[in-house]
């Protein structure tokens, strides 16, 4: 099979379709909401639509614990719907990718029923069960979503395991017959016509034999049990046999999601020949966070880290592999608000954000929402979020004597549901997301920040995104150039360079709310400088010594 590299030459679009668009007043959107808004999309310019799961699941995990692969949601629609939805997009010329969550099932998942029923049922082996010791669970890895990885089951009075939440049991990797049901299960939706898989925690899916305990130590975003079973010890001979009985089948766009990689582990595991997958999702940046405490823990993130962070994968992914471009998705806080200023400068931020992304290699994904520059939320009251993450962390904190409102805090700044509130449309109620009482509540900011409002203004970052899409279609540079950082010490304005035969395109984004100085003595060295996008109008002209605007970004042709 002739393999191309149309998913190097995209732009994603994330839906999570739970609060995208809601077509029957139930609260809670679907797929007819999401077909009735593929024009918009098509507007944006992306070409591709990953959908978060849309399978059937009780939604402990908004749809990231499926209890049928083969069926869609109840909430979200009929398999007739979701066939509708790939029409429709393909008659756009789009494409589909759907998410793929292989790690675990939901505990209602009719492998895990039977599998809990009896140690002999014929299906035990597909999760992972374990007597304990002394009583005791097997050892003190702790679930990404609180507590114990361990789940204490009355029944056959064994422990299982879930690395997420307790209604998430991971499925057994070692038995072959899991591994057969998976691959069968990707033929099927990639026999329906989809263009590619998103892999959910994708590197977790071996776990060291012994299951040995983890050091108690405590350093930076990830818990010291990972390193027993994120890259376990079967992890490549698992993929290789992924990509030998399904994917090198077909010409698919696979990205992975890698808590923790390196770029190293990224270069093998995108390698052409002996690779999985063609891109995945670093954390580097999205955690660059020196500080210590974890997710939830202080907020110290800096620019600089940032800028070390985007630039060691831009360079080592240079000649091989390929990166994914994103600051956002449906497990991050809003970008505006984490990485800008959702005040006084938000659309001016919204947009240099965009700015410093898109003119990167990689393929872009652009997050529902964050076309708008959508905001944070701050619910005032630990009921009002939905997200199993936040709802556990807040529960084991305050039990462990944690203080409601620095809790509080760290949700308003951190919680996945800031990511999760609904779309807004428009002005009217609900920001035109529902007819109904939506699942979750949505940003009271929708009146100011919609899409109506802004597919009208031509100013509007929905409308600054547009163009940036547009640009990287016009412009070779833009999607192959060479990427080199330029001031690379400036604590304020994150500039580099996209160079490819003659053309150089120069990107400066002021990271700050006050202005800032620019000074690059190579400047001269071109003859003619075109800008070819700005988030301040009229654009700012470019010299050897200029001075940048609050949150001001522009971009240069240079040409010698
Ligand atoms: C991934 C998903 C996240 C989900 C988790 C468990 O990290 O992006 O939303 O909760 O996997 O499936
Ligand atoms: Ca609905």
């Not at 492998?111 to 003190?140: A, C, Q, V």
């Not at 808590?259 to 093998?268: D, F, Q, R, V, W």
């Given at each position: 099979?002739?393999?191309?590299?149309?998913?190097?030459?995209?732009?994603?679009?994330?839906?999570?379709?739970?609060?995208?668009?809601?077509?029957?007043?139930?609260?809670?959107?679907?797929?007819?909401?999401?077909?009735?808004?593929?024009?918009?999309?098509?507007?944006?310019?992306?070409?591709?639509?990953?959908?978060?799961?849309?399978?059937?699941?009780?939604?402990d995990?908004?749809?990231?614990?499926?209890?049928?692969?083969?069926?869609?949601?109840?909430?979200?629609?009929?398999?007739?719907?979701?066939?509708?939805?790939?029409?429709?997009?393909?008659?756009?010329?789009?494409?589909?990718?759907?998410?793929?969550?292989?790690?675990?099932?939901?505990d209602?998942?009719?492998?895990?029923?039977?599998?809990?029923?009896?140690?002999?049922?014929?299906?035990?082996?597909?999760?992972?069960?374990?007597?304990?010791?002394?009583?005791?669970?097997?050892?003190?890895?702790?679930s990404?979503f609180?507590g114990?990885?361990?789940q204490?089951?009355?029944?056959?009075?064994?422990?299982?395991?879930h690395?997420?939440s307790t209604k998430q049991p991971?499925?057994?990797?070692?038995?072959?017959?899991?591994?057969?049901?998976?691959?069968?299960?990707?033929?099927?939706?990639?026999?329906?016509?989809?263009?590619?898989?998103?892999?959910?925690?994708?590197?977790?899916?071996?776990?060291?034999?012994?299951?040995?305990?983890?050091?108690?130590?405590?350093?930076?975003?990830?818990?010291?049990?990972?390193?027993?079973?994120?890259?376990?010890?079967?992890?490549?001979?698992?993929?290789?046999?992924?990509?030998?009985?399904?994917?090198?089948?077909?010409?698919?766009?696979?990205?992975?999601?890698?808590?923790?990689?390196?770029?190293?582990?990224?270069?093998?595991?995108?390698?052409?020949?002996?690779?999985?997958?063609?891109?995945?999702?670093?954390?580097?940046?999205?955690?660059?966070?020196?500080?210590?405490?974890?997710?939830?823990?202080?907020?110290?993130?800096?620019?600089?880290?940032?800028?070390?962070?985007?630039?060691?994968?831009?360079?080592?992914?240079?000649?091989?592999?390929?990166?994914?471009?994103?600051?956002?998705?449906?497990?991050?806080?809003?970008?505006?608000?984490?990485?800008?200023?959702?005040?006084?400068?938000?659309?001016?931020?919204?947009?240099?954000?965009?700015?410093?992304?898109?003119?990167?290699?990689?393929?872009?994904?652009?997050?529902?929402?964050?076309?708008?520059?959508?905001?944070?939320?701050?619910?005032?009251?630990?009921?009002?979020?939905?997200?199993?993450?936040?709802?556990?962390?807040?529960?084991?904190?305050?039990?462990?004597?944690?203080?409601?409102?620095?809790?509080?805090?760290?949700?308003?700044?951190?919680?996945?549901?800031?990511?999760?509130?609904?779309?807004?449309?428009?002005?009217?109620?609900?920001?035109?997301?529902?007819?109904?009482?939506?699942?979750?509540?949505?940003?009271?900011?929708?009146?100011?920040?919609?899409?109506?409002?802004?597919?009208?203004?031509?100013?509007?970052?929905?409308?600054?995104?547009?163009?940036?899409?547009?640009?990287?279609?016009?412009?070779?540079?833009?999607?192959?150039?060479?990427?080199?950082?330029?001031?690379?010490?400036?604590?304020?304005?994150?500039?580099?360079?996209?160079?490819?035969?003659?053309?150089?395109?120069?990107?400066?984004?002021?990271?700050?709310?006050?202005?800032?100085?620019?000074?690059?003595?190579?400047?001269?060295?071109?003859?003619?400088?075109?800008?070819?996008?700005?988030?301040?109008?009229?654009?700012?002209?470019?010299?050897?010594?200029?001075?940048?605007?609050?949150?001001?970004?522009?971009?240069?042709?240079?040409?010698?």
């Amino acid at each position: 099979m002739k393999k191309t590299n149309w998913w190097k030459e995209s732009v994603v679009y994330q839906i999570y379709p739970r609060s995208f668009k809601d077509s029957n007043g139930d609260g809670i959107g679907d797929l007819q909401g999401i077909i009735s808004k593929l024009d918009y999309i098509q507007e944006l310019g992306a070409d591709v639509v990953w959908l978060s799961p849309v399978y059937k699941s009780p939604n402990d995990d908004n749809g990231y614990d499926i209890s049928d692969y083969r069926d869609i949601m109840d909430e979200f629609g009929t398999m007739a719907d979701w066939e509708q939805l790939l029409q429709d997009v393909h008659e756009r010329g789009m494409k589909l990718i759907m998410d793929l969550v292989v790690n675990h099932t939901s505990d209602e998942h009719s492998w895990f029923m039977e599998s809990r029923s009896s140690k002999d049922s014929e299906y035990r082996d597909y999760y992972i069960w374990h007597p304990g010791t002394d009583g005791r669970p097997p050892n003190n890895w702790e679930s990404v979503f609180s507590g114990s990885v361990w789940q204490y089951d009355e029944k056959t009075g064994e422990y299982y395991l879930h690395l997420y939440s307790t209604k998430q049991p991971d499925l057994n990797w070692e038995n072959p017959k899991v591994r057969e049901d998976v691959y069968d299960m990707m033929h099927f939706w990639i026999q329906k016509g989809i263009d590619g898989f998103r892999m959910d925690t994708i590197t977790t899916l071996s776990k060291t034999p012994g299951f040995p305990d983890a050091p108690q130590v405590k350093e930076g975003p990830f818990q010291p049990a990972t390193q027993y079973y994120i890259n376990g010890p079967r992890l490549q001979d698992y993929l290789a046999e992924m990509k030998r009985e399904v994917l090198s089948k077909y010409d698919l766009m696979t990205v992975g999601e890698t808590p923790g990689a390196t770029p190293e582990e990224a270069l093998s595991l995108t390698d052409e020949e002996t690779g999985v997958m063609n891109m995945l999702f670093q954390w580097e940046h999205i955690e660059a966070d020196p500080g210590t405490g974890g997710k939830w823990g202080e907020d110290t993130w800096s620019m600089p880290e940032f800028r070390r962070a985007m630039t060691k994968w831009q360079v080592e992914l240079e000649s091989r592999g390929w990166n994914t471009l994103y600051l956002s998705n449906h497990d991050q806080p809003r970008q505006v608000s984490r990485f800008g200023n959702d005040g006084e400068y938000r659309g001016e931020s919204a947009k240099m954000l965009a700015t410093c992304l898109h003119m990167m290699k990689g393929t872009p994904f652009v997050y529902q929402g964050e076309e708008l520059g959508m905001t944070n939320v701050a619910f005032e009251t630990i009921e009002e979020y939905r997200c199993v993450e936040t709802r556990n962390m807040y529960r084991a904190a305050i039990e462990a004597g944690g203080d409601h409102d620095s809790l509080m805090k760290a949700i308003h700044r951190k919680s996945r549901d800031n990511g999760r509130t609904p779309m807004h449309w428009n002005a009217e109620a609900n920001g035109g997301f529902t007819t109904g009482t939506p699942w979750i509540g949505i940003n009271p900011n929708y009146p100011k920040i919609n899409a109506e409002r802004q597919l009208g203004d031509p100013n509007s970052v929905f409308q600054y995104y547009k163009r940036l899409i547009a640009l990287r279609r016009e412009y070779p540079v833009i999607k192959w150039g060479t990427y080199q950082v330029i001031l690379e010490d400036d604590p304020y304005v994150y500039s580099y360079s996209r160079v490819m035969d003659e053309q150089t395109l120069l990107v400066i984004c002021n990271f700050s709310d006050q202005p800032r100085s620019f000074r690059w003595d190579t400047l001269h060295t071109y003859a003619r400088k075109q800008l070819l996008i700005g988030n301040y109008n009229p654009g700012v002209e470019l010299e050897s010594d200029m001075t940048l605007r609050p949150y001001e970004a522009a971009v240069y042709l240079l040409q010698s």
